[in-house]
């Protein structure tokens, strides 16, 4: 417990331009220095400020600064790295993501205090402050846990345990019980069957976590297209229908977010709105390349048409760019003579409008929630796994499911496969917080007959 | 004191726990009720099995009698789950119920320092807390040091047939009707648990034609380390395996009440085993299950009784007739002995420290099924861990108390005193969060040096075992240091052997990970005169190393935390701000280091958390 490297964010969420995620433990200065792009932490002198980027995959993830503080003159005693992120809330959860991936475990409750305290930095007549600490943060902790776990996803969680521990009782049955001929033998194929169903699950509930962050954060939106094709009155007619404020609001690096939409609940976070604004002619002004670099830092590109006039080249190729995004192809002026040829567009998303008489709009809006499968998706239930914890946790599940089929390719013994089904089972038990040992033994006596 | 230590019970638990006080010098009385009982097998006749026969490879290691006795005794002998992985494999011996008991016996009246007296025993001499000494039937006290309870199931025991119940032990011995409420008295907590067994069948009036064969494994196995193999393989004795019919069910179905647990008897308080459920609980319980499994075993190579394993039940008489004649081979049988339920008495586990002392009484010691575990080989691994503590304690030293990622025999005495028993309580490999590190084929690394630190392990045997590990050592080393490069004759030779060629240079170590290589093919290279032991060890420790390292790795932190010690005058109720929950829990299993105290159910972090700053608080003032 006490070896282990932890990590938490420092700061409240949400509040200030900057948050401080704190790491402290023996690996600390190694595991934060992975994720640099530079990579020179290890040898640079006690508590000394590095400017870096944190990188995930070679992805930019922020620019960050980072301070170093080797032990013993630190807050728990041990070494420890603070970064100072800049990227609001996104950002900084991906931050702890990524921490928590490679080797950091959550700090508990109150557990950077117990360590200094365990490690002799506080003076011991302030142990009672410190067990109070615990015991009121735990509490919180709890509240909030129990208030998250009632819902959709810790049902699709728990559905998945416990069809993963039917099989863990059934090779546990076949190794503990191995004379009863009567009981079906678990087969490698039988497992890789079961894996890929799991990871399949697995898989879902991150996507749905995904959307869920979407949901909460926002949907990085670009309205793009050719002068006159009526962005503005697209924007403007979004704005005024839902009655949406426009306000400044805290962005991230990947982000500049301009203007926000509640569309029925869902937030679209229109990304480049003054240029929509300010001038119709985006596209002559910023070219495809741009329009590009747009479409890469959105969730959701809504591309305007205009009925009345032909396809471009320049169109054609950014519908193409826009393939593999969630987008809508809108086209629009359909009062107005048909000169567009609309066999040349292979999305599946197409909307037809026209946006100064009204038509179209509803369907638009349908159409986004059908991409972003909001329909399926009650917004509270997500909640709970947005926390970076948990998706890191998902992650890791994901890693252990790739674990069992390379065991089971060459040729490993149950027994060692069964390590990490094992694994699999007690990751998503954390999640929802359900790690108790008796139930494997339960359900061997309640799923099998056995006895002398 | 007449005695340093008095063991009462000569079954399986105290054979070890007085071999072991013996052996180590002390004065020691062995008390049984019967001495032709001693080391008796009332109920299944085989020693082994999944982790149970893990269990008796390490009481070989630490030094004690079972792997030894059961290598000399038993009929036939194979290794289970060979396919299944090198954790999870473990052999079984069909023991031979003459042979055994009467090899144990000579054992135990060949030790020095060892009386055996054949009594009951109906009370105990308390002081202070303290006990010094026994009491017997006819009033006479006895007086010890140390007092080693191993009552096994002849604690106010009750045999059930039918709607007919008899005070009496298995084999209608003559109980203790008193020493369980005298127990109570001293404030121990007792409980009743339930255990049953099946029918012995005459042998010539089974037909084998109708059942299929299972024999022993072709090649020599022994549990003990040290011993060579006894007995010829194609001596061994096979065993037969049936089925139940469809007219077994019927006839349970139609009698079901009038067996003990389903109407026969309505003051029944024991609690079963869920393991071994008797045929009209299978046959409630998995009504769609149109068969079961049962197995016909020999008892012994000198007797003609056949047991019937898993048709345990308490019907009446003239069903168990019906019952056995509905199954096939059977329909003439000639039934020896009658299948039968039995309740007895048991103090809940939670009331012992993790050295099987009592916390209430001083120099009290208890093993085995009085424990609430079920199972010869769960009982010696007690005996013996009791007997060794009830040493040490005499010694002035610190007890053997083994880990959960160290022993099988850890994982059964730490879940008996941190979790107690809901129901007899039988070791399974599931059990063993570490099992990957609790092999067979490791139970002498992993528990030798503690049998040679105890005083169990003598000198010779020692050197052989330092022997062994070395030779590991060193064929480790050849493989490490033996590096091969891609040249044709080298690459050849991989297509040969069914490998793909190298591409880079790499020593035999790495090689040997490929799943198509091992170590014989190696003898290309190098020269390999090793004993298959080494060889195997060697192999394992190379083909599942990512593995091993990570049990390894979550082992540690567990261990660590084992070794943080609660001091024990430790007052729970001063830690204010501790979960009443929690401090309730605490005050009642009181565990003697935070890792036990997180295993407790109900226990959670935090708890854990405030538990750590408190004794940092209270009991290390080291500031710095």
Known sequence: MMEDTITAISTALGVGAISIIRVSGNDSIKIVNNLTKNKKLIDVPSHTIHYEHILDNEKLIDEVLISIMRAPKTFTREDIVEINAHGGITTTNRILELLLRNGCRLAEPGEFTKRAFLNGRIDLTQAEGVMDLINSKTEKARDLAINQIDGKVSNLIKNLRSEIIKVLANIEVNIDYPEYEDIEQVTNKHILDKIEDIKNQIKKILKESENGKLIKEGIATSIIGRPNVGKSSLLNKLIGEDKAIVTEIEGTTRDIVEGTINLDGILLNIVDTAGIRKTDDIVEKIGVRKSIELIDKSDLILYVLNNNEKITDDDLEILTKLEYKNHIVIINKNDLENNLDISKISSKNIIKTSITNDKGIEELKEKIKELFNLEQIDTDDMSYLTNARSVAILKDTLNSVEEVKKGLNNDLPIDMIEINIKEIWNLLGEIIGETYQEELIDQLFSQFCLGK | ?624
């Open chain 2, 1 to 624: 004191m007449e005695y340093e230590v008095i063991v009462v019970g000569g079954g399986h638990a105290g054979c070890e726990a007085a071999l072991a006080c013996a052996r180590k010098g002390h004065k020691t009385l062995l008390v049984t009720g019967n001495i032709n009982n001693i080391a008796d097998m009332p109920c299944n006749p085989s020693i082994g099995g999944s982790a149970k026969g893990i269990v008796v490879r390490e009481i070989d290691a630490l030094g004690g009698e079972m792997g030894k006795v059961a290598d000399r005794s038993h009929i036939q002998i194979k290794m289970l789950n060979n396919g299944k992985g090198p954790a999870v494999r473990a052999l079984r011996s069909q023991a031979d119920k003459q042979v055994y008991p009467k090899e144990m016996l000579k054992v135990l009246e060949n030790q020095d320092n060892l009386e055996i007296l054949e009594a009951i025993v109906e009370d105990l001499i308390v002081d202070n807390d303290t006990i010094s000494g026994i009491i017997l039937e006819n009033n006479k006290k006895i007086t010890s040091e140390i007092v080693i309870l191993t009552t096994g199931t002849y604690l106010r025991p009750s045999i059930m047939v039918g709607d007919t119940r008899r005070n009496e032990g298995p084999h209608g011995e003559k109980p203790s009707l008193y020493l369980s409420k005298n127990l109570a008295k001293l404030g121990f907590e007792i409980i009743r648990l339930k255990t049953g067994t099946p029918q012995r069948i005459k042998k010539d009036t089974i037909d084998f034609s109708k059942a299929k064969i299972e024999n022993g494994d072709n090649c020599f196995h022994t549990f003990s380390h040290y011993q060579k193999p006894q007995y010829k393989i194609e001596d061994q004795v096979p065993c037969h395996l049936i089925y139940t019919t469809e007219e077994t069910r019927k006839i349970i179905q139609e009698n079901l009440n009038k067996s003990s647990m389903y109407g026969g008897l309505d003051d029944i308080e024991g609690v079963g085993p869920r393991y071994c459920p008797s045929i009209e609980d299978k046959i409630v319980r998995f009504s769609d299950k149109e068969k079961h499994q049962l197995f016909l075993e020999p008892e012994s190579r000198y007797t003609d009784s056949i047991y019937i394993q898993g048709f345990s039940t308490s019907m009446p008489y003239d069903v168990q007739d019906q019952l056995v004649k509905s199954l096939p081979g059977l329909k003439n049988a000639k039934i020896l002995k009658y299948a039968y339920a039995i309740e007895y008495d048991a103090i809940y586990p939670t009331q012992l420290k993790p050295s099987l002392e009592t916390k209430k009484i001083n120099n009290l010691f208890t093993a085995g099924q009085i424990n609430g575990t079920s199972g010869y080989e769960e009982a010696a691994g007690q005996g013996l861990i009791a007997g060794i503590n009830a040493s040490l304690k005499l010694e002035g030293k610190d007890p053997l108390i083994l880990k959960r990622d160290e022993a099988y025999i850890g994982v059964l005495i730490d879940d008996l005193v941190t979790k107690g028993v809901r129901d007899p309580y039988r070791l399974l490999t599931s059990r063993a969060e570490y099992r990957l590190l609790l092999r067979h084929d490791n139970a002498d690394l992993r528990l030798t040096e503690y049998g040679y630190q105890v005083g169990l392990i003598d000198e010779d045997r020692y050197t052989f075992f330092k022997n062994k590990k070395a030779k590991i050592q060193e064929l480790e080393n050849k493989l490490i240091k033996y590096r091969i490069n891609p040249t044709k004759e080298i690459n050849n030779y991989l297509l040969e052997i069914n490998s793909t060629k190298l591409k880079d240079g790499s020593t035999l170590y790495d090689l040997l990970k490929r799943p198509e290589i091992n170590i014989e093919k190696l003898s290309k290279f190098i020269e390999i005169d090793y004993d298959l032991e080494i060889i195997e060890q060697v192999e394992i420790n190379n083909k599942y190393e990512g593995y091993i390292n990570k049990v390894k790795k979550e082992a540690q932190k567990m261990s660590n935390l084992d070794n943080k010690f609660i001091p024990e005058d430790i007052d729970y109720n001063k830690i204010h701000n501790l979960a009443s929950e929690a401090k309730q829990k605490l005050n009642e299993i009181r565990p003697t280091s935070v890792g036990q105290a997180l295993r407790i159910s109900g226990i959670n972090p935090s708890d854990i958390s405030i538990l750590m700053v408190y004794l940092k608080k209270e009991y290390n003032n080291d500031r710095k």
